[in-house]
């Protein structure tokens, strides 16, 4: 049996690894090993499979890219479809719509709705100030947007959240930590009627996506980095003090927590939910099991840029400068 940390693949780069994806084929990943996508030379900020694996779309500078990923072109004439969705705006997010119809994308101040096909505009959603994070529900209905507004010497009254509406083209709600605070992060929960938010007052708090308005109370916690298992049972909360602590999914128990000496950088949950990974400004993966907490394995590694777990739960990914590493996560 393969121990849990084994590192079963290590990509040598000529740049940053800031954006890691794997193939949506958990099938064909654990048969050859896991399908790996590595953005080099700080160039690609993002970059998603569609959800039949049939192709990949790339966030690159001030363009999109989409390319049929089964014939592993990658230069850019190759691309299926290419081009900017506003002018001299670098894109920063990259993902499909559940059906793979769709390219959902955004820059600082736009969020666009993109054919897939042909990457003709279907929707576009004009921001007033800066995009600080961007999640998709999961049936591809709604799209949450952090605002980060901070400005001038208040830095605290600076910002929301908003939920736009795909179909309709229209801003759903707004999602208004008191006293109007900057939003760093946003993560819907699995039936996409409700939005975790981490704000600069401190606090992390549930709002409803139909109506905005709070549900149950606010932690005290300023989670910079946050994650919603994907089975709607637990949060993820990294925070500058070093803590990326498990929640319940109304915020009321804690379940297990991992530790860092300072920052924490990223946080994710494998696809059953049932592992959670962190990484710190110490150069420290930390992966566990949630409930009840038990760690795997803890690796010394260079600064972590970019997190991923593969499909099928048995592969962590963690993009680095210079390289990407694949870790095993041992057998269900």
């Not at 190759?78 to 990259?94: C, D, H, R, T």
């Not at 921001?127 to 901070?150: K, P």
Request: proline residues 5%.
């Amino acid at each position: 049996m393969v121990e849990a940390g084994t590192i079963q693949q290590k990509i040598l780069q000529d740049g940053s690894v800031a954006a890691i994806a794997f193939s949506n084929d958990s099938k064909r990943a654990v048969e050859a090993g896991p399908s790996v996508d590595i953005a080099v030379k700080g160039f690609v900020s993002s970059l998603a499979f569609s959800p039949d694996g049939t192709k990949l779309a790339i966030a690159d500078l001030d363009k999109v890219l989409v390319y049929d990923s089964t014939q592993n072109a990658t230069a850019e004439e190759q691309a299926l479809w290419k081009g900017p969705i506003e002018a001299s705006q670098s894109v920063n997010y990259v993902n499909f719509s559940p059906d793979g119809k769709s390219v959902i994308a955004a820059t600082d101040t736009l969020v666009a709705v993109l054919n897939a096909q042909t990457g003709e505009k279907i929707q576009s959603f004009t921001l007033d100030q800066t995009v600080a994070d961007v999640d998709l529900s999961a049936d591809g209905s709604l799209i949450a947007v952090a605002i980060d507004e901070r400005h001038g010497s208040n830095h605290q009254n600076a910002g929301s959240a908003r939920v736009l509406d795909v179909a309709g083209g229209t801003e759903r709600t707004r999602l208004t930590p008191p006293p109007d605070n900057a939003v760093f992060a946003v993560a819907f929960f699995p039936d996409g009627k409700s939005v975790l938010c981490g704000s600069a007052d401190g606090f992390t708090r549930i709002f409803s996506s139909q109506d905005g308005t709070q549900i149950g109370d606010a932690k005290e916690i300023e989670a910079s980095h946050l994650a919603v298992d994907p089975k709607g049972r637990f949060v993820i909360l990294g925070d500058a003090d070093g803590f990326a602590r498990v929640f319940d999914r109304r915020l009321l128990a804690e379940r297990s927590r991992s530790e860092h000496v300072g920052a924490v950088t990223h946080v994710a949950f494998a696809p059953n939910g049932k592992i959670a990974a962190s990484t710190g400004i110490d150069s420290v993966l930390k992966v566990f099991r949630v409930d009840p907490k038990k760690e795997l394995y803890a690796p010394s590694t260079p600064e972590a840029l970019s997190m991923r777990f593969s499909p099928d739960n048995r592969w962590l990914a963690l993009g680095h400068l210079g390289s990407a590493v694949v870790y095993d996560n041992g057998p269900p």
